[in-house]
């Protein structure tokens, strides 16, 4: 068939049809599945949340050098939310100032980065975890997500699985054909 559309091409034509034609991802290899370790670190924060709350799992577990004065410490939710990505753990904080001081302690080591009044989520991913901070929780128990909520964390999931842990998009879309996830934009 390739014979076919190139006939009556001259080498040069043909080398450049070829050149286009070429599977760019014939020599990658696909990224191994992420380490999920620190899942039992969450889990053990989520269960000492279930003692003593919430706020005080984040002042006490995840951000002890500096600790956040919640306004509202009896609405923040820390939950393993299960995704195509896997399990990710998601701190929800309602009340706006809280979630601003959460990231601005966690992911900014205490200084509030310009334009956080404009931010919805934060995404953070080091070494040795992965979680996520939403300003506003999407209620959901485990199986009952609406579609528009489900539609956007997946659009949110996505992008972190791309930019969070490296993955090329070659491979997210492999991983998403295999979940039975289309490739939206």
């Not at 760019?24 to 003593?52: H, M, Q």
């Not at 100032?97 to 959460?102: C, S």
């Not at 975890?129 to 659009?155: K, N």
Request: proline residues 4%; glycine residues 8%.
């Amino acid at each position: 068939m390739i014979s076919e559309i190139t006939a009556g091409l001259n080498e040069e034509e043909q080398n450049g049809f070829s050149a286009y034609i070429a599977n760019r991802f014939e020599n990658c290899v696909e990224a191994a599945e992420p380490d999920t370790d620190f899942l039992k670190v969450w889990e053990s924060i989520i269960n000492y949340a279930g003692l003593f709350g919430a706020a005080n799992a984040i002042n006490k577990k995840v951000c002890p050098e500096r600790p956040v004065e919640f306004n509202s410490p009896d609405t923040i939710e820390i939950k393993l939310y299960g995704s195509f990505a896997g399990k990710i753990p998601i701190i929800y904080v309602r009340d706006t100032a809280d979630f601003e001081q959460l990231v601005t302690n966690v992911a900014y080591k205490g200084v509030r980065p310009d334009g956080l009044e404009k931010t919805g989520a934060s995404f953070i991913s080091g070494k040795t975890t992965r979680f996520m901070i939403l300003s506003v929780p999407i209620r959901y128990a485990d199986s009952s997500m609406s579609s528009s909520e489900s539609s956007a964390m997946t659009g949110l999931l996505k992008q972190w699985r791309i930019s969070g842990s490296a993955m090329t998009r070659a491979n997210w879309i492999c991983r998403a054909e295999r979940r039975g996830i289309p490739d939206k934009h």
